[in-house]
């Protein structure tokens, strides 16, 4: 495997963990579709590639492609940090100046430090988290003091742009208690750019904090994007995520939570709608290791053309997590011949007063629904728009943020010509 | 009959009865009213034996017999029936199943061979008719997909197949439209007699206009604070609780 | 050389090593134990197998030669040293017992508790008895009565012997050798089993369970069963007992092959009681089965099982839905307690255009046991407006047990249609104390609580076997009050 790293450049921060991983590349195994976490998502194609990491600095807006705003969602009054394969763009930044609020690069942070701030295991049982942890260029580092509220949200803007590139962003989060704050984590790639995006988000959230969190992937070209969000909830803190994927041509998204206090509260919704053949693969963990916490998740997809969606939803009830209420919901829509979902809604339970549950369908458009309509004069194309907006609202519904909620919309309708 | 002294109960650290006297003699009603959260579930719970609700202090004998020493089971064995304010569905049991193994526990309890299947049915059907339950109903599960009204007609049903001492009616009324009211009102009222004494626990004097009581009890922050013949009920309609604190 | 005295030179070499090399175990019950070749053409030759069979077999060991041990269930358990079992014994002669004084007491006092007759508690705990005059004349009517009809029912053995040509073209045609593990090391090594064959537009006019009861003394270790059901039939198959049996094979490796053909209906329904060790988990039953049909058009395969025994439990009953408009049925409950696992469910494969399917499995976990519900819902290109609706129920006694369900849903036609739905709970405290509030004990208010929950299964099973199958739920579920 080797021959896949030739020409991948570790950075000189983050040492230690960069040479712990880098051991622990050689002896972990690249996914195959024999390991049950990469059943259905084939990396085979993206080992025999030849990428090569970004070495070159920053290149401000003159270098930064034309047709990508580096302002994601212009509407949206936020803070923003952009990197371009992997390397931070501070001329196009606006970092918060905020009291108690801690903004910058993960790369201006002291070693010693860096030492302190990851506590996820990825990097020890998957390749692929191996691969960040050894190469990752640069990231994002938020720490949010006790009860403070960042008056505004931050977009972590991440753009790869070239053909064969290969970048690893990595972001830390810390909410102190009773803090909070608002994170977008917003992924494009430009036209026939080329490679992988690998990226990693890890949250700690204290006591009575809060974070929310969007994840919006919009990517050109032929990328296989990977990204691994890793949540630690403390007591009674509350965590509110959701991912969208507009575009990408294979897209993984892992999202796994820890509830790791009392009380704590949980939700996590997500959408694809996968066209031409575009892979889409949502893998969701819940972990309830205490008492009295509620999550609850709803994903949502429609499969167009010939692509491929995957749901993976685990929902793990520890011995000690009495009291638990736990909701899954995944509902699919398989659009068009060719195209297909392969969903595996999961529950492990070890506590016995709990409250759990989970429903899966996969089914076709409501054809009663559709023929009423059309039946009103609305004519195919557009009855078909207002089912497929209706099916995904309630995703897009629970977003907090008006601006960034409207721009998500926008998105999914320009990619699927709704009027 | 039934003598209650004392009788101070909690669930959790939370104390709820705090000192309740009570005599119910044979075929007397007893209407217990009172405001919301003056105790009046929790001593039909207590009475029957719920494991969450703690005894600290007090008697209770039905009979002579000590009830707070008996389980729930051992004492719906001696004669004591609670009419849930919200009965409990179980889903798959059939209502008639549930029933002959209610009363053949009884009669092994009392060293009675089980039911025969003839006098069983002849049962069912003096039962369900007192309180207008068709067989559909019968023959369903035990509450699953009742509406409330079936749900308390189907406790008085079970009331009466079971032929109890003591009948406690937690709340029966409530939730229900007139036209109900006055079928369980019936059914009771058909019920009552010389060997049958009733707790009748409701928040609307509006039960009481169709089961009249002997004895009407104000219950308040776990004591009962004044008792009275049936007129005590109207004048509690026309006052309110307050004038008693 | 030419392909056909290529295979005559090996048909000679391999008689010859089976003529010396084997000679002194002919005689004897037991082959040492171990497994290789050898010992496949020993098995092979004291049955007086065909040729084409001892190839069959033998391809199944080569292939399994090269499987590993699967691990991905949901369980737990010491590995099994699969070259100390002994792959032959003659059906031994039970140890004859005078009287059922002798008989375990434990054991008598369960099979009362399930209402087994006297008659069947001696003939199930080995007493010889005078030949029950009854039994016997019943199973001879039942025969003659089936053969008039055309109905094959006998051991696979004498199947072998009597019906080669069906043998022949139907087994491993839906479970191959090679399908996993366990199926391809029964493939190679299997004893014994049943053998069904329903003739076009019969439909039998009795649960073959009946007569099996009284004909089958004990099931092998590892036990082959084969089922046809040719065009318009119909049959009801009932495999089990509701009584506990005592195995002293730590591994049972079955498998059950089902061809259901145009238009024709098969109901196989399972009671599954092997010991499942003590309660601390020592011993028991390891039970790998695998289990599947082929529908053809318009056919159906209804699956209907109650496992309440074995300590591990690796079971999927399957449906391969190839036929246009054919149904796949899976009804299970499956009760855990002490320290058993179970990691079971169905595979439905909707291949043919219509198809449907209805998945319903209630598990009830109670002590410190892991229950596991497993299934696929496969649909294929093919499949046209195919259907699938699955209930997926749990239900937790004890805070100290798991409850756990891995659905895999797998569509690639836009016109299906699946819903699965899936809840874990607790046994409710309001339920128990409502039915003791009725004069009914917290044991009994238990067990009538389970066997609500779980009649939507129950109700499938053959009435003769309901009554039993709920009783024995009860009984696993004894002391499991959470």
Known sequence: MSKFTNNFLAPS??????????????????????NERWKYSSVSKLINASLETYKGGEVGIEGWPKEINPNPVPQLEAYRIVFRNGVYEPTLSELPTFKGVVCMPLSSISEEQSKTLFSNKYHKTEWVGALNAAYYQDGFYLHVSKNIKLDRPIIVHHLTDGENVANFPR???????????????????????????NSLFEASIAPNAQLFLEKITNEEGEIYSFAHDFIIQEADSRFKAHNFTIKGSWVRNELSIVSAGKGTDTIFNGAYLPCGNEHVDNHTTMDHTYPDGTSSELYRGIMYGKSTGVFNGKVFVRPDAQRTNAFQQNTNIVADRGASINAKPELEIYADDVKC??????????????????????????????????????????????????????????????? | MLKIKNLHAKVGDNEILKGLNLEVGPGEVHAIMGPNGSGKSTLASVLAGRESYEVTEGEVELDGVNLLDLDATERAREGVFLAFQYPIEIPGVSNLNFMKAAINGKRTHLGLEPIKPKDFLTKVKECSSLVELDGRLRDRSVNEGFSGGEKKRNEIFQMAMLDPKLAILDETDSGLDIDALRVVSKGVNKMRSKDRSFIVITHYQRLLEHIVPDFVHVLSEGKIVKSGGKELALELEEKGYDWLK | MSQTEEEKLIG????????????????????????????????????????????????????????????W???????????????????KQKKEIASLDEVDPELLKTMEKLGISIEEQKRLSGVAVDFVMDSVSVATSFKEKLGELGVIFCSLGEAIQEHPELVRKYMGTVVPQRDNYYAALNSAVFTDGSFCYIPKGVRCPMELSTYFRINQAGTGQFERTLLIADEGSYVS???????????????????????????????????????????????????????????????????????TGSAVTWKYPSCILKGDDSIGEFFSVAVTNNMQQADTGTKMIHIGKRTRSTIISKGISSGHSQNSYRGLV????????????????????????????????????????????????????????YCQQRGIEEEEAIGLIVKGYAKDVLNKLPMEFAVEAQKLLTISLEGSVG
């Open chain 1, 13 to 34: 921060h983050g040492v230690e963990l960069r040479n712990e991983a880098l051991t622990l590349l050689s002896s972990l195994p690249v996914p195959t579709r024999r």
């Open chain 1, 171 to 197: 972001h830390f989060v810390r909410i102190d208690e009773g803090g909070e704050a608002e994170v977008v984590v917003w992924t494009t790639a430009s036209q026939d750019s080329s490679g992988m995006c």
């Open chain 1, 357 to 419: 549950a989970h429903g899966c369908t996969v089914g076709q458009f409501d054809l009663e629904a559709l023929f009423y309509l059309k039946s009103r004069g609305l004519d195919e194309n557009a009855a078909r728009t207002l089912l497929v907006e209706a099916f995904i609202a309630d995703v897009l519904s629970s977003v907090p943020n008006e601006a960034l909620r409207n721009e998500i919309k926008r998105l999914y309708s320009e990619r699927h010509h709704w009027s």
């Open chain 3, 12 to 71: 000679e070499v391999t008689a010859k090593s089976y003529e010396f090399g084997f000679t002194t175990d002919i005689d004897s019950d037991t082959i040492p134990p171990g497994l290789n070749e050898g010992v496949i053409r020993t098995i092979s030759a004291k049955k007086n197998e065909p040729e084409w069979l001892l190839k069959w077999r033998l391809e199944a060991f080569r292939l399994w030669s090269e499987m590993e041990e699967p691990e």
């Open chain 3, 73 to 91: 269930a949901h369980v737990n358990y010491p590995k099994l040293d699969l070259q100390s079992i002994s792959y032959y014994s003659a059906p």
């Open chain 3, 237 to 307: 198959y009932l495999e089990g007992c509701t009584a506990p049996q005592r195995d002293e094979n730590q591994l049972h490796a079955a498998v059950v092959e089902i061809v259901s053909m145009d238009e024709a209906e098969v109901k196989y329904s399972t009671v599954q009681n092997w010991y499942p060790g003590d309660a601390n988990g020592l011993g028991g039953v390891f039970n790998f089965v695998t289990k599947r049909g082929l529908c053809h058009r318009a056919a159906k395969i209804s699956w209907t099982q109650v496992e």
């Open chain 3, 378 to 433: 496969q649909i294929h290109p093919g499949a046209e407006n195919a259907r699938n609706f699955s209930v997926c129920d749990s239900l937790l006694m004890t805070d100290t047990c798991g409850a756990h369900t891995f659905p895999y849903i797998e569509v690639k036609n836009p016109t299906a249609q699946i819903e699965h739905e899936a809840t874990t709970s607790k046994i409710g405290e309001d339920q128990i104390f």
